[in-house]
Structure formats: C-alpha cells, structure tokens
T-cell receptor, first 114, second 111 residues
Framework: DGGITQSPKYLFRKEGQNVTLSCEQNLNHDAMYWYRQDPGQGLRLIYYSQIVNDFQKGDIAEGYSVSREKKESFPLTVTSAQKNPTAFYLC?????????????FGSGTRLTVV | RKEVEQDPGPFNVPEGATVAFNCTYSNSASQSFFWYRQDCRKEPKLLMSVYSSGNEDGRFTAQLNRASQYISLLIRDSKLSDSATYLCVVNRGTNAGKSTFGDGTTLTVKP
C-alpha cells in the first residue's frame, strides 16, 4: 500500500545537538512538506518542496534545514539554532496542486529536548 | 487576527446529537477548503473537501459561505468514534505552500 513513512516515532535531543527526521513516500507525489504542531495549535509550515533538488522556506524555517535529492525522500534536520524544538513533526505529500486534492500525512515524529 | 480561526471548543455532546463547527478565514482570495480529522497524538487525515455548492458524505455535511468567509462542518447522529479534533484548511492558491491550518475544534461524544 502506498503511504508516507516517518522515522523515528520518538526522538530525544540534547542541547546543542543536530538531529535528522526521516520521511519517505511511495505515492509518487511531486510535492512534500514538513509541518510542526505544538499542543493545542494547528500545523505550521517549516519547508516544502515541489520538485527534486528544489525547496522553499515556509513560515517557521529558522533553525531547520532540508534536502530533496530523491522524489521519495525529504529529510528534515533540526539544528542547534532551533531554540525550542520540542514538538510533533509531521511530513506530508501531495500531488503538484494540493489545493485540488489535499495532503497525505505520515504518522509523525515526537521530538523532545532533554 | 489569525488568517484562519476556529472555535477551539471543546464540544461535549451526547451520542446521537447534531453538532456544527465553523471556521472563518480572512483572505477573500482563498480558493479551496478542506476539513481534516486528527485523533489524539495521531496525524491529520482528510475528512472531506468543501465545495461552493456544499457537499455531503454520510452523516457529514460541509458548506462554504464566501460572502461571510467561513466554512462549516455538520455532523449528524454523532457516534463515540467521532471524538477527535477537526482542523479546517484554507488554501490561498492551488500551488504548494499556500495552505493555512486552523488550530482545530475538539469534539467529545459521550454515551
């Protein structure tokens, strides 16, 4: 079955450490996204990519970095510059125009700073 | 003012009740609209699109009011399994990166 796989499910980061969240999709979707969700809040866009080797900053890109070397993969690195990284991170994919059909989400990664 | 606003609730209703949620948006150029369902500590899942003419899927009805800039979701004959957070999504365009998510409305259906 097609879908999006995020790993790990839970991740603990020490102060000053960089960590990378994995996101893989086999839906043959062109566009991929990273969202952050804090308790009681909606999703906020970190980065998105519409095609391989191209990506754009979302609303809260500071302290994060991404790459899109393959259509299927869109890893997110949370750098030490992100001062408040504890949150629920969701990866999503969509056809080229999500305004027509919506998003498919992975099951998420819960990141905690220890 | 937020671009997309939802009543956070919580809405606590008995089984069988009818409940409605609204979602207001500020950008009059918004083009497409969706409702997502998110269970506790899970990912959001697409519930239904919202069309200008209104659309229905079983017990769920979604409507769009462009003049007043809001969308609504009506759930009839509520089930215990409807308990979740409902997120509205407003797209400013059809391209990627143009979506804004509401903070969600929490529904609890009780026996």
């Amino acid at each position: 079955d097609g879908g999006i796989t995020q790993s790990p499910k839970y991740l603990f980061r020490k102060e000053g450490q960089n960590v990378t969240l994995s996101c893989e999709q086999n839906l043959n979707h062109d566009a991929m996204y990273w969202y952050r969700q804090d308790p009681g809040q909606g999703l906020r866009l970190i980065y998105y990519s519409q095609i391989v080797n191209d990506f754009q900053k979302g609303d809260i890109a500071e302290g994060y970095s991404v790459s899109r070397e393959k259509k299927e993969s869109f890893p997110l690195t949370v750098t030490s510059a992100q001062k408040n990284p504890t949150a629920f991170y969701l990866c999503a994919s969509s056809p080229p125009y999500p305004g027509t059909g919506g998003y498919t989400f992975g099951s998420g990664t819960r990141l905690t700073v220890v | 003012r937020k671009e997309v606003e939802q009543d956070p609730g919580p809405f606590n209703v008995p089984e069988g009740a009818t409940v409605a949620f609204n979602c207001t948006y500020s950008n009059s150029a918004s083009q497409s609209f969706f409702w997502y369902r998110q269970d506790c500590r899970k990912e959001p899942k697409l519930l239904m699109s919202v069309y200008s003419s209104g659309n229905e899927d079983g017990r769920f009805t979604a409507q769009l009011n462009r003049a007043s800039q809001y969308i609504s979701l009506l759930i009839r004959d509520s089930k215990l399994s409807d308990s979740a957070t409902y997120l509205c999504v407003v797209n400013r365009g059809t391209n990627a990166g143009k979506s804004t998510f509401g903070d969600g409305t929490t529904l609890t259906v009780k026996p």
